[in-house]
């Protein structure tokens, strides 16, 4: 049966058809397939339209042949519970979409050099053109191999590895935060740190240390959460038994909380007896009793970047791409490594005052 352009949409429509409907040549249709610039709003506009009518789907498989791509990004992530994880995964599959690539996800519980090369060979043997690796706590390890078939960036402030690198200035966060308690008159500044093996707690962790020895203060014993409220109550009653602390600096939200709740159940007040400072500056902080100050992180544009940067790479390696985001001419892309940090900012609300 002939397929006769204008009729509705046709099983089996090809460029071909798209671009006589359009009235456009199949170059131009082609170009919009692959999301490639060089076509105007209007004429990309009337293209989707007539590949809409005609129920046209590209072939995935052939293009990936001619064009050497999947226009599929690869993820490994650690921890999809932890908040920040959640940010930057949801910005780069949005913008991943956005540019009109699919992703496909890994997840590895447990960081182990093996877990995470059996996560990244998965993503690899689904035909992925790149890959973001979130929070990437084991790459300092001189044993792991990660492909050098497609490139790879990391989003996370802290990681030494060979590869672009992406994320939270972790450390200016926690000497605003600090910054902050000792410009108020605390004399020193108690801090409740996240889990021993995360690498975003033992920054900002010692960013604190350091910001007190730097200003001459006493550094207190450093107690630990799992980054829960139930382990920041745990941890702030604990301390509250052995030190007379005017000021906490917590290394998230979410145990910030917790420090509130202890300082209600001992009687403290807040500000007037204790200042509290948090760290991601949650949906929840502003409605707190009384409203946290904490330190905020867009994560988001953490992604973002780590997206785009690797597509530039991707590109560079096909037809050039976006020179603001493909490394300089004469370094190899995907083994020069980049190191890009979105500096945090400190909210200041009722949680934070002068020690009386």
């Known amino acids: 049966m002939t397929r006769r352009p204008g009729t509705g949409a046709s099983k089996g429509a090809s460029m071909s058809d798209v671009a006589r409907l359009a009235g456009v040549s199949g170059q131009t249709v082609s170009r919009v397939v692959n999301n490639n610039p060089g076509v105007s709003a209007e004429t990309r506009e009337r293209i989707e339209a007539a590949m ?3 129920g046209y789907r590209a072939n995935a498989a052939a293009r990936a042949l001619a064009t050497g791509r999947f226009r599929t990004i690869g993820v490994v992530t650690f921890n999809l519970t932890a908040v920040g994880n959640i940010r930057i995964v949801d910005a780069v599959i949005a913008e991943a979409q956005a540019r009109g690539y699919a992703v496909n996800m890994a997840v590895v519980e447990a960081p182990t050099e093996h877990d995470v090369r059996a996560a990244v060979r998965t993503l690899t043997d689904r035909a992925v053109d790149g890959i973001v690796v979130i929070e990437a706590r084991v790459l300092d390890t001189p044993n792991l191999q990660l492909p050098q078939e497609v490139p790879v ?11 672009p690198t992406f994320g939270m200035d972790e450390a200016a966060g926690a000497r605003a935060a600090v910054g902050h308690l000792l410009e108020l008159g605390h004399r020193t500044v108690h801090h ?6 995360s690498n975003p707690a033992r920054r900002r962790r010692t960013a604190w240390q350091r910001m007190l020895t730097r200003n001459a203060r006493p550094v207190p014993a450093v107690v630990h959460g799992d980054w829960s409220p139930t ?28 420090v ?9 007040r807040v ?11 949650q949906d929840f902080a502003p409605f707190l009793t009384p409203p946290l100050t904490s330190v905020a992180q867009d994560l988001e544009e953490v992604g973002r970047r780590s997206l785009t940067y ?28 980049v190191g890009r940090l979105v500096t945090p900012s400190l909210v200041v609300r009722q949680s934070t005052a002068p020690p009386r």
Request: a negative charge.
């Open 153 to 163: 960036v990391i989003a996370d402030s802290g990681t030494s590895h060979d590869h």
């Open 271 to 281: 500000p007037e007896d204790l200042s509290i400072v948090g760290y991601d500056d």
């Open 260 to 268: 509130l709740r202890a300082a209600t159940e001992k009687g403290i």
């Open 192 to 197: 409740l740190a996240g889990p021993s093996g």
């Open 310 to 337: 690797l597509l530039g790479l991707i590109e560079a390696d096909g037809q050039g791409g976006d020179a603001a985001t493909v490394p300089p001419e004469g370094t190899h892309p995907r083994r020069r490594s």
């Open 52 to 54: 809409q009518r005609l």
């Open 231 to 258: 382990s920041g109550h745990r941890a702030t009653l604990e301390l509250l038994e052995r030190d007379d602390a005017t000021a906490i600096f917590a290394a998230n939200d979410q145990m910030a909380a917790g």
